[in-house]
């Protein structure tokens, strides 16, 4: 329940309704959501996505910092690099 919580809070961290992506009630994503409304998602948006993606499932697939660090605001930067430091999964 407390992981839930802490995701729930990095969600909502980055000011950006990512929240329609998973069902925190039901703990599921949306992946068919995420990958139909990717494309027309701005580079900082998919990013972010990609990012939630992979701390959803548990794994790196889809979240790549380097090609990332370009493109978010250094306010996500932060968001990311803090959860680097004290990293949790779903």
Do not use: T
């Not at 329940?1 to 329609?20: A, E």
Request: with cysteine.
């Amino acid at each position: 329940m407390m992981d839930l919580l802490i995701f729930c809070h990095l969600v909502d961290s980055f000011d950006m309704d990512m929240r329609r992506y998973f069902d925190l009630n039901d703990k599921k994503l949306h992946l068919d959501k995420v990958n139909q409304d990717y494309p027309a998602l701005s580079a900082s948006e998919r990013h972010i996505i990609d990012f939630l993606v992979d701390v959803w499932c548990g794994r790196q697939e889809r979240f790549d910092f380097m090609r990332a660090s370009g493109d978010l605001a250094s306010e996500h930067r932060v968001i990311i690099a803090q959860w680097f430091i004290n990293p949790f999964y779903m």
